[in-house]
């Protein structure tokens, strides 16, 4: 199944099959589409997977192996790329929790993310190789947008997965935390983008023209928070 919460601005979904190690089968698929409809509107947004053991561990090949022909193979892939799509462009800035292993399809969904912050004890990795597969969520692409195309191509030609710190070396991961203070840690991140300009800077870092970005910033000029935040800066000042 897969839940959501509302805490004040921030919007988390957590991704839970225990008995699949959190594995998307495409009744989990419809479920993500609903809660990203859901989500809408929230500051922020958090994606996570249930308990500690993995985050997503890639798609339920006990479902999946139901598609046989290369037809049923593409509207699969057609569909999650559609959700992971979404996922990249909700408006506010997402977080992919890394509570556990990000493998194969799971490492998918967690580079659709703008951040990753992963436990210190998790593993992720382009595996699909090891099924004579390759990626097909579009996350052949975002690794290479992260890591570059040669990296990205050793990595998921090789299928090699990595640790928590070496994938922060590589840039795939964007901050490890203590496995004791992981829950906390990756909630206080994300509670601190939970501010309206971050959702503009996202706009502009993903691409617009200088003009668009002056523009973003003069309404934020113009705006009561601005002025309101000002006013209390200078009255400390004085």
Do not use: Y
């Not at 992981?182 to 939970?194: H, I, M, P």
């Amino acid at each position: 199944m897969v839940d959501l919460e509302f805490d004040g601005g921030l919007a988390v979904i957590t991704i839970d099959r225990p008995q699949a190690r959190n594995a998307i089968a495409p009744e989990t698929m419809d479920q993500l589409d609903a809660a990203l409809d859901r989500a809408a509107g929230a500051l922020a947004l958090v994606i996570r997977g249930g308990g500690d053991r993995a985050f997503v561990s890639g798609g339920d090949l006990k479902e999946l192996a139901k598609l046989r022909t290369e037809e049923q193979a593409a509207a699969m892939a057609r569909r999650m790329r559609t959700i992971c799509d979404r996922i990249a462009a909700f408006p506010a800035p997402v977080i992919a929790a890394l509570n556990g292993h990000a493998l194969g399809g799971g490492a998918e969904v967690a580079v659709s993310a703008d951040i990753r912050i992963a436990a210190d004890d998790i593993r992720i990795g382009f595996n699909q190789v090891a099924l004579s597969i390759m990626p097909a969520w579009g996350g052949a692409e975002r690794l290479a947008a992260l890591v570059g195309r040669g990296r990205a191509l050793l990595l998921a030609g090789s299928g090699t997965v990595l640790e928590a710190d070496e994938a922060a070396r590589l840039g795939l991961v964007d901050q490890v935390l203590p496995r004791a203070s992981f829950d906390e840690g990756w909630r206080a991140v994300a509670r601190s983008l939970t501010n309206h300009p971050a959702g503009d800077i996202k706009r502009v870092l993903s691409g617009v023209t200088p003009e668009e970005a002056i523009g973003a910033f003069a309404r934020l000029w113009v705006s009561d928070e601005h002025w309101a935040a000002a006013d209390r800066v200078m009255s400390r000042a004085k």
